[in-house]
């Protein structure tokens, strides 16, 4: 049986090999908090990490899980410690939340790539969807996680 | 299930198509391969005493056409193909209009762009959720290729995959060089990632990225002629010396 | 719809319900103790699951009102809050919840909350129907919570003052205790509930004046958000029951399609596969997972027919609305004023113009899906519902199922509503589904589905007349509203106002009153016939209603010569309210301050759902580009029970505003041609603009905030297009135009830009 390496825990899952990662999480694994938004990469909702890298596991088959360290967003922290989950809260972002998983996992990627994004990298990172519309709020507590003031510059000019 | 339908993104201006080059299969293929072998030799001593690079082009903002390859007959195959000597290197130049030919094709146009963003489709339309290149090539932090390309395609999502998936460098652009120039910028190593005619015709016949022109997944059109069929031509082309075109259309 | 309860809006109801907000009519609540000792105001609820099979059938004893199970107190002292409304994003998990807590006094720190299964007790008490929508769940809540909260504490009181043998007035309750002042003796909730659980119910509970409250007014942390960041919070699709299987469904390409035929033997086979079932206008599989279903759905060829309507286009579609906006036929709406009796015409002042919204998609975050369990005993329902009510009906009817074998819960959370889950239909499929199975089933639609088989925010076509008189003011307004309907799918009980009147109230929103000096006006309107499933979404009619007219109020503007700031105001005279929110806006907004070339500022201002709003949208437009840089929003919702909540609610509705720009529904060959998100795009983060959001509480009744302020960015923006570039936009979204959102920074870095 396969196994599958999520969250710092060891899964033997029984599916098949072309299963998306989203799925196997989701409904073999009952980690639920990957979320199923689309199905074709557009919209992020399933981002997870695949060996610290963002993923949009719905477009991740199972087979190319083998031997990777998978984090999904109930492995981001133990206890909603992590500084952009304390951001979230802080800020409120979410509304219904759905997008918010795969939102906070893209985040996180970002912010381990670049501990203080700019505004530009924050723009071209967080292309993952959000119906409810809380961009604004999403923008803030990133910056707010990684250390930085408020509010963006818009060139007026 | 198959993906949905794509339609070119609302809003940007759909591309002139231009039509896509009829191929032709040749049955002396290995003809045109041992002639091809001897003369790329001859060709990499001509090109390693030089040429001047063609003019980088860095366009800003949405590049409109640069899509398919011109229509035109005289390309492919023919006698350049059949290893049949021609007056003067015309049959290295008619080669090399069907080489040019797959270059502009979009599933290497796509990713071989002047910009900081890669193209998709077959209408060309900039990359959806706002891709960029990033420093390497590979996307920026947070958004890199590998967040949705992986090493397959991928039928689940729709979404393409080869190992490694990245934007050609944008020394190695095409978009907006006519034929004349993006003969030079084939053949310039400081270009072209420091291949020799060797290496060159290596790339284009066996890198693995590169495959993907031919395996692109459903709902896209394949390199309209066969991979060993580039071969050929590039085999050609070389073999007369890997002569370009003096002007030659431009790519819009 | 119209807030008061005078509209015709309320179904027929079985059981009397409060006739009006009257403290006396709610009076008759029993209460029980749960097992444990706890207080439990209406009935005894053990736990959750035999809730569900009791609820739907408890019916107040005769000269009772409704029973209504609020609040729960266990001896471990913790409050459990029950919660009606469906919590969609909007935040009305933690307002009404901590309305009813600051009356009763609990600690609000440790209350927690539970879903209220289906039943009359959890009816809109304005309503008397089920329901999460319409923005009105707080206007129609909020006496009730208070009422609730206050006889709850009441009770505690009295439990705590017999046993230290005090006045019950001389205590008081704070932070989940009851406190004697003078002697500073405590006993917490969970101290005195069994006790509490003993009295009657006090049919006249004293709410607390208002400067006790100590969560109303203030902006709270959102009960929910916690869930939501770290992936335990279920919606629908994540619920699970014991032997439950999953099913993924493919229906016919074409709105009308039907299944001719189709041959299971493909899938039967297959890894986890239960079942095939066909539907009438479809088919589902049914497996232990998901990934099964949907990789055994991909194996079938159905046979489809076409089904009436296989040539049905946008094109042929459009054309029908336009000819219904020459010909009507009209039903008249709104008549003020003598429009022929006009004093002073000025010669030739006369401006018509026409306006078209598109058809949208809802295309909530989280597909369509639900879990039903139908059996010959019953039918069980889990979804993430904003209907439960007419779930609920609809089940019964077209199962044949008696009251007490119906129960319709809603899962906790859903991703996302605007309206579109008030309706049944994804219910009833997975329902038949079930059914078919014999076992419990979860239905989810993929992304296709979901879109396809939106019923849609119809298109809307509006001609607007107006006689300016020699000061440039309109004299008259005169309006055509052609539109189907979009009520009837989630109330059918308008029917008969739709046959008899030809009138859909919903879809006239925003254009039966308006917040303008305009004396004489005259609303008509064209219930259309199309065979296109079309339905309620966020800002229901007033978001085409107001396109037009607040576009239409800048042309007059341009006709006479003004600054659509300053001619707004003129019309805003007699209203001083709205008045002041424009110039706010106009402040905040900076408008008359210079801007570079290719820049502009728009206006829009409104009432819709009981709330007052201005908005400032200033673009910079570079064609094909239009980047909206800043959104200024400025409200009076008469009242903020919660700032915060009420500040992301506008701030989310200026993107889902803009979204309605960006995107629309076409249709071709009978079938809708979008499918994903590929093709039906939304904003992204870095499309969306800066937003300043002020909200004001004028004083006045509570409005709604939840569909607010996607009314006014439409027009705002075509309005600030309009003076960036001179280009007048008369059509929704921007595509139709060769236009598109651009990113508002544009990139400069290496391997950006």
């Known amino acids: 049986m396969p196994e599958l390496r999520v969250n710092g825990k060891l899964h033997g899952v029984e599916a098949d090999a072309g299963t998306p990662l989203l799925w196997v999480l989701r409904e073999h694994l009952g980690l639920t908090g990957t979320k199923f938004g689309c199905g074709i990469a557009r919209c992020g909702a399933c981002t997870v990490h695949v060996d610290g890298e963002a993923v949009r596991s719905c477009s991740f088959p199972l087979a190319a899980a083998a031997g990777r360290e998978i984090t999904t967003i109930e492995g981001l922290s133990a206890d909603r410690s992590h500084p952009l989950q304390r951001a979230w809260i802080a800020e409120q972002v979410p509304q219904c939340g759905y997008c918010q998983s795969g939102m906070l996992m893209t985040a996180a990627a970002l912010l381990r790539a670049r501990p203080r994004p700019s505004d530009e990298e924050i723009d071209f990172a967080m292309t993952n969807l959000c119906r409810c519309g809380t961009y604004a709020r999403v923008r803030r507590a990133i910056r707010r996680a990684s250390g930085q003031a408020a509010a963006p510059e818009v060139k007026r000019g | ?252 | 719809m119209t807030v008061s309860s005078s509209t015709p809006l309320s179904p027929a109801s079985p059981a009397a319900g409060p006739a009006d907000g009257g403290l006396s009519r709610r009076a008759f609540l029993k209460s029980s103790a749960i097992a444990g000792g706890g207080l439990l105001l209406g009935y005894t609820l053990p736990a959750a699951a035999a809730s569900l099979a009791g609820a739907a059938g408890i019916s107040p004893a005769p000269g009772e009102l409704a029973l209504t199970p609020w609040v729960r107190v266990t001896p471990d002292n913790v409050v459990t809050i029950i919660l009606s409304q469906a919590e969609i994003g909007q935040g009305i998990s933690t307002t009404l919840p901590a309305i009813l807590a600051d009356e009763l006094g609990a600690d609000w720190a440790a209350v927690k909350l539970e879903t209220a299964p289906y039943a009359v007790a959890y009816r809109n008490p304005q309503r008397q129907w089920m329901f999460t929508g319409n923005s009105e769940s707080v206007q129609a809540f909020y006496d009730l919570m208070r009422q609730m909260g206050a006889a709850a504490r009441e009770m505690l009181v009295q439990a705590a003052a017999g046993r230290w043998g005090v006045a019950p007035a001389a205590c008081r309750t704070e932070n989940g205790a009851v406190v004697h002042a003078a002697s500073g003796r405590r006993l917490t909730f969970g101290e005195v509930a069994a006790a509490a659980s003993q009295l009657p119910v006090p049919p006249s509970p004293r709410l607390k004046p208002e400067s006790e409250l100590r969560l109303v007014g203030r902006s709270l942390p959102r009960i929910d958000i916690p869930e939501k960041v770290d992936g335990t919070a279920r919606f629908g699709i994540d619920m699970r029951l014991p032997g439950m299987l999953v099913a993924a469904v493919r229906t016919a390409p074409t709105l009308a399609g039907r299944l001719r035929r189709v041959d299971p033997e493909p899938a039967a086979g297959m890894p986890g596969v239960h079942a095939v079932v066909p539907l009438d206008n479809g088919v589902a599989v049914v497996a232990d997972t998901y990934w099964q279903a949907r990789t055994a759905l991909g194996t079938l060829r159905p046979e489809f027919e076409p089904g009436p309507d296989r040539d049905l286009a946008s094109a042929g579609v459009l054309a029908e609305y336009r000819r219904a906006l020459e010909n009507g036929p009209w039903s008249r709406a709104v008549e003020v004023g003598d429009l022929a009796a006009v004093a002073e015409r000025a010669a030739g002042a006369t401006v018509t113009a026409d306006y078209a919204s598109p058809f949208l998609a809802h295309a909530t975050m989280e597909p369509m899906n639900c879990i039903v369990s139908l059996t010959a005993e019953g039918c069980d329902v889990w979804a993430p519902t904003q209907g439960q009510e007419l779930a609920f009906f609809a089940l019964k009817q077209a199962f044949g199922l008696r009251d007490e074998q119906v129960r319709v819960n809603r899962a906790p959370y859903a991703g996302g509503g605007f309206g579109r889950r008030l309706l049944p239909d994804f219910i009833l499929q997975a329902a038949l589904v079930s059914k078919a199975a014999g076992r419990p089933v979860k239905v989810i639609w993929d992304r296709e589905e979901d879109i396809r088989r939106d019923h849609f925010r119809p298109a809307t076509m509006v001609r607007l007349t107006a006689e300016l008189g020699a000061g440039g003011l309109p004299l008259t307004l005169a309006a055509r509203v052609v539109s189907p309907t979009i009520l009837l799918p989630v109330f059918p009980t308008i029917e008969p106002m739709l046959r008899d009147k030809g009138i859909d109230p919903s879809a006239l929103e925003g254009m039966m009153e308006t917040i303008y000096d305009l004396p004489r006006r005259r609303v008509d309107f064209h219930l259309l016939k199309t065979p296109i499933p079309t339905s309620v979404m966020r800002t229901t009619g007033y978001g085409p209603n107001v396109f037009a007219l607040e576009s239409f109020v800048d042309e007059l503007a341009g006709a006479a010569k003004s600054d659509p700031y300053h001619y707004r105001r003129r019309l805003l005279a007699k209203n001083p309210r709205a008045l002041r929110l424009l110039d706010r806006a106009a402040v905040l907004g900076g408008w008359g301050k210079p801007l570079p070339r290719g820049h502009g500022r728009g206006l829009a201002v409104t009432e819709a759902f009981g709330t007052l709003l201005a908005q400032v949208v200033e673009v910079a437009v570079r064609e094909p580009e239009v980047r909206v840089l800043r959104v200024i929003s400025v409200l009076d919702c008469g009242r903020a029970l919660d700032p915060g909540i009420a500040t992301s609610n506008v701030e989310g509705g200026v993107i889902f505003g803009l979204s309605y720009c960006k995107s629309e529904i076409t249709f071709a060959g009978g079938a809708v041609v979008q499918g994903n998100y590929d093709s039906y795009e939304l904003p992204y983060l870095a499309e969306a603009p800066e937003l300043v959001t002020e909200i004001q509480a004028g004083g006045g009744k509570l409005g709604g905030i939840g569909e607010t302020s996607p009314v006014t960015v439409p027009p705002a923006l075509v309005n600030a297009i309009a003076a960036a570039s001179g280009r007048r936009l008369r059509e929704l979204p921007l595509s139709r135009h060769g236009l598109r959102f651009g990113v508002v920074r544009p990139p400069k870095g290496k391997g950006y830009a």
């Open chain 2, 1 to 252: 299930m198959t993906p949905s339908r794509r339609l070119h993104a609302a809003g940007h201006p759909e591309p002139r198509r231009r039509s896509l080059i009829r191929h032709r299969r040749s049955t002396t293929w290995l003809a045109a391969l041992a002639a091809g072998g001897l003369a790329l030799a001859a060709a990499a001593r001509a090109q390693s005493e030089g040429g001047s690079p063609a003019a980088r082009v860095a366009v800003e903002g949405p590049v409109v056409g640069g899509g398919a390859a011109v229509g035109g007959e005289a390309a492919v195959g023919g006698a350049a193909a059949r290893g049949e000597a021609a007056p003067g290197g015309a049959a290295g130049t008619r080669a090399f209009t069907g080489i040019v030919a797959v270059l502009r094709h979009p599933r290497c146009l796509n990713c071989h762009t002047t910009t900081a963003f890669p193209r998709q489709g077959d209408d060309r339309h900039p990359h959806v959720n706002l891709v960029r290149r990033g420093p390497d090539d590979r996307g920026v932090p947070g958004q890199r290729c590998g967040t949705c390309h992986q090493a397959e395609n991928n039928p689940a999502s729709g979404v393409p995959g080869k190992p490694d998936w990245h934007l050609a460098p944008l020394a190695m652009g095409w978009e907006g060089l006519s034929d004349a120039q993006l003969c030079r910028a084939l053949k310039d190593p400081r270009r072209n990632g420091g291949r020799d005619l060797r290496a060159l015709a290596e790339h284009l016949e066996r890198d693995p990225l590169v495959a993907y022109g031919w395996d692109p997944g459903a709902g896209r059109q394949p390199v309209p002629i066969p991979r060993e069929e580039l071969a050929m031509l590039m085999a050609a082309w070389a073999g007369a010396g890997a002569p370009c075109p003096s002007a030659g259309t431009a790519a819009e």
